[in-house]
């Protein structure tokens, strides 16, 4: 086991070092950078073009890849993530501030879709053929065809357009406002949970549909067991397993989709951050933010590897 | 009664007893269309093809064309949904923007398949430390959420259509690669492939003319499914902002535009997802369709 998790995080350092890398290389190898848009954005103000060279010597950009790298990476074990060369904020803080309220959002997300999800799988296939079957199958359905934003766009427009019901876009801390929190988070939350929960659901009731055919089930029946305890100790248990191996699935589509949602409600979160920083070419900013995003994918599904492993014993680490 | 193989009636006698005459097309036809949601999917799928081959004769107004004293006009009238904010028609804009959705994802998928399928061969075929570093490399490409590498990948590769195509096919690659390593290794164990290896067939050879094509059913499924993913994904790029940009008329950075617009003009950017949801949702249910018709083992797994 001590050797597992010794693996796995040697694994986990090593897809990081490679992400930030081939994003540090990359970015810069291609046209167009931060310090050609200050220039060319200020050419009436106090930087022409002949400022080019002085400006990329002032942010190091002018030395060679590798330093820069090995020189960035350095200062971010140090806990030094720099300045934005576009809006010269501090990205450290900036981080920081977002990726409380990224994560917030994305737990309440994950927790939510992985209790409504198999929830609705059971009770679509113990009432199979129902209308809450074929309801079930429509929204799963829904969740996996629609595009994100759009699931977004018509809650703003219905819910809180229309019905006035829901402020329509922003984001307060729950500790700065609890209520206007509570009511700001709950259209993003449906629209990152909707998906996760469509395919869990879909899962969770095929494998419920499976288990309903096994002996065992045959047999609680028919030693007369009322049908709670048949559907709780016997078929819910035993098909939660394919479900459980879905939540690295679940928990991408979740990071995923928060990247959308930040957009679409205007929320300071990680995923707006890195949407702006990738449509600016600000250097320091994309490496930062791809960093961070690697960091909580990785953790992110590292956790989720270790709890199959606490609730199927049956699951031998190597 | 006894059988002699070598007398022409008793073969003729025996083989049909063996192989009862099916045919073959009837019965995936039959397969095919069993389900009806798999027919509304395959209707629609035709609808679309036909409007984004007939796009110049149906659609009323050019998509480009702008009509600056007609901005967002209200639906009805002379615009049948009204126009943008460049006085552009709404209706004629999501007509182009099905040729742009299903040019997107039929290359984006091919890609895919194609890259996806010789890296999953080699890897097959590779066996040892090679097909361990492949495999793994996957996994990672795997492990990160397809969004962020989409997105990643196409700033890198800077907005517009090849640039879109590229980084969706890359986030679709690693699918490929499992399902064709997968057939690999479990077709390797044939009888037909030692067969072929007893008789001295290269590794290439065997691949090309008794692998790959016993791959094919399962690639056609993955390529259809992914149609309906690489549309969504090309969609949600185009939100925002990174994937096809304006002018081009694409339904997502179309629902971008309009999004500005939805106290007054709604439809500006829900009918855009209307049209991204039907087409994706046809794709998949074709996938649905076509998974059971083509292979029976995989009947009923979900996806």
């Known amino acids: 086991m001590i050797n597992y998790i010794i693996q796995r995080v040697v694994h986990a350092v090593i897809i990081i070092v490679l992400v930030s890398l081939a994003v540090f290389l990359l970015i810069r190898m291609l046209p167009g950078d931060p310090i050609e848009i200050i220039v060319s954005q200020n050419t009436l103000a106090s930087y022409g073009p002949e400022y080019y060279d002085q400006l990329a010597h002032e942010y190091g950009l002018d030395r060679p890849v590798m330093i820069q790298f090995v020189d960035w990476f350095g200062n971010i074990i140090r806990g030094e993530f720099g300045n934005s060369i576009l809006h010269n904020f501090n990205i450290g803080e900036q981080i920081k ?59 703003i427009y219905f819910v809180g357009l229309k019905a006035g019901l829901l402020p329509l876009y922003g984001y307060t801390l729950p500790w700065t406002d609890l209520g206007l929190s509570i009511r700001q988070s709950i259209m993003p939350i449906i629209v990152i949970a909707l998906s996760p929960i469509a395919s869990s659901a879909r899962q969770m009731r095929s494998s419920v549909l499976e288990v309903l055919n096994e002996d065992y089930v045959r047999t609680a029946w028919a030693k007369g067991l009322k ?16 479900v459980i191996t879905l939540q690295g699935t679940m928990l991408r589509q979740i990071i995923g989709g928060q990247v959308v949602v930040e957009t679409v409600f205007v929320i300071p979160g990680l995923g707006k951050m890195m949407v702006d920083a990738f449509l600016s070419n600000d250097y320091p900013v994309v490496q930062a933010v791809t960093l961070v995003m690697t960091i909580v994918v990785v953790i992110s599904s590292l956790v989720v590897d270790f709890l199959y492993g606490w609730i ?6 190597e | 009664m006894d059988i002699d193989i070598a007398n022409k009636d008793d073969f003729e006698l025996l083989e049909e007893e063996l192989l009862p005459p099916v045919n073959e097309v009837k019965r995936f036809i039959r397969v095919f269309f069993r389900r009806k949601i798999v027919v509304v ?31 967002l006009s209200d639906p009805g009238g002379a615009h049948l949904l009204g126009t943008d904010a460049l006085g552009r028609d709404l209706f004629s804009r999501l007509i182009y923007g099905t040729r742009t959705a299903l040019a997107v994802g ?30 793994r490399l996957t996994d990672a490409m795997m492990a990160i959420p397809s969004l962020i590498l989409q997105i990643i990948i196409a700033s890198i590769l800077k907005a517009g259509v090849p640039g879109v195509v590229f980084a969706v096919a890359i986030s679709l690659v690693p699918g490929f690669i499992r399902l064709t390593n997968g057939q ?32 094919l059913s399962p690639l056609i499924v993955q390529i259809t499914m992914m149609m309906g993913i690489a549309i969504l994904a090309e969609a949600s790029l185009s939100f925002l902002g990174m994937g096809i940009l304006p002018p081009t008329a694409a339904w997502g950075s179309m629902a971008y535009d309009g999004y500005r617009y939805l106290t007054t003009q709604p439809l500006l950017s829900i009918a855009p997802g209307l049209a991204i949801m039907f087409l994706v949702f046809s794709f998949s249910m074709i996938g649905d369709g076509l998974r059971d018709a083509l292979d029976p083992k995989l009947r009923g797994t979900t996806s």
Not at chain 1, 312 to 317: E, H, L, M, N, V
Not at chain 2, 50 to 64: K, R, T
Not at chain 2, 109 to 119: D, K, M, N, R, S
């Open chain 2, 106 to 135: 039929a290359s984006t998928a091919l890609v895919a398949a194609a890259i996806g399928t010789v890296i999953g061969l080699i890897a097959g075929f590779a066996e040892g430390p090679a097909q361990t570093i492949i495999m």
């Open chain 1, 97 to 155: 501030d977002r990726l409380t309220v990224t994560l917030l959002l994305g737990l309440t997300a994950f927790v939510i879709s992985f209790i409504v999800g198999p929830l609705l799988g059971i009770i679509s296939a113990i009432r199979r053929g129902t209308w809450i079957d074929n309801l079930v199958t429509v929204v799963a359905n829904i969740g996996i065809t629609a595009p994100t934003f759009w699931i977004g766009i018509l809650l």
């Open chain 2, 184 to 215: 690999v290794l479990s077709l390797k164990q044939n009888d037909y492939v030692l067969a072929a290896r007893s008789m001295g067939s290269s590794r290439i050879r065997i691949a090309i003319f008794h692998i790959l094509p016993n791959c």
């Open chain 2, 41 to 71: 999917g395959f209707i629609l799928v035709i609808i679309f093809l036909f409007i984004a081959a007939f796009a110049g004769l149906i659609s009323p107004y050019d998509p480009y064309e702008q009509d600056l004293y007609n901005v």
């Open chain 1, 312 to 317: 199927d014993p049956r699951i031998q680490y």
């Open chain 1, 227 to 242: 049908e709670k305890a048949v559907i709780y100790k016997h078929v819910m248990k035993n098909s939660l397993m394919p």
